[in-house]
Each structure stands twice: as structure tokens, then as C-alpha cells.
């Protein structure tokens, strides 16, 4: 092996550790918690199927819930709980 392929065979294994360790502390900080940026706004309470396209899903968005009708033509927006 010449010394421009060993450059680059050293490059390329720089290159994967760095990209490793950035992967992993990702993965710590999700775990961890750290990657989330404050609480979130909107979580789904319950999802019910309505027919085989259809579901009928309740949300949370900022401590009120609210209903929504998902997999139609359209999206509906049903109302406030």
C-alpha cells in the first residue's frame, strides 16, 4: 500500500469514529432527555379507528383537548373538548 492510500484509509477511519461518537452522544442525549427543548405542546390522548381509513384522535395542545377526524379526503378539525 502506497502513502496516498494510507492517508486516506486514515482519513476514512477518522471520519467514522467521529461520526460514532457524535451518533452516540445523540442517542444519550435523547435518552437522557436532553435533546427535547422544553415540554411539548401537543400529545395524542387516544386514537380510535372509526372505519379502515378513518380515526377519530383526541390531542392535548397546551392542557386543552381537542378533537380531530384524520385519513379522510380532508383533516377536520371537530373542536375543543
Known amino acids: 500500500m502506497n502513502d496516498a492510500m494510507g492517508q486516506w484509509v486514515?482519513?476514512?477511519g477518522?471520519?467514522?469514529v467521529v461520526l460514532g461518537l457524535l451518533w452516540l452522544?445523540?442517542?444519550l442525549?435523547?435518552?437522557g432527555g436532553?435533546?427535547?427543548s422544553g415540554p411539548?405542546?401537543?400529545r395524542v390522548v387516544e386514537a380510535t379507528p372509526l372505519d379502515t381509513r378513518r380515526r377519530a384522535v383526541i390531542l392535548r395542545v397546551d392542557g386543552?383537548?381537542?378533537l380531530v377526524l384524520t385519513g379522510g379526503?380532508?383533516?377536520v378539525f371537530v373542536g375543543w373538548l
Request: charged share 35%; hydrophobic share 55%; no cysteine.
Open 25 to 27: 452522544v445523540a442517542r
Open 64 to 66: 386543552r383537548e381537542a
Open 10 to 12: 486514515t482519513v476514512a
Open 40 to 42: 411539548r405542546r401537543v
Open 14 to 16: 477518522a471520519l467514522a
Open 34 to 36: 436532553l435533546a427535547a
Open 29 to 31: 442525549a435523547r435518552r
Open 73 to 75: 379526503p380532508q383533516d
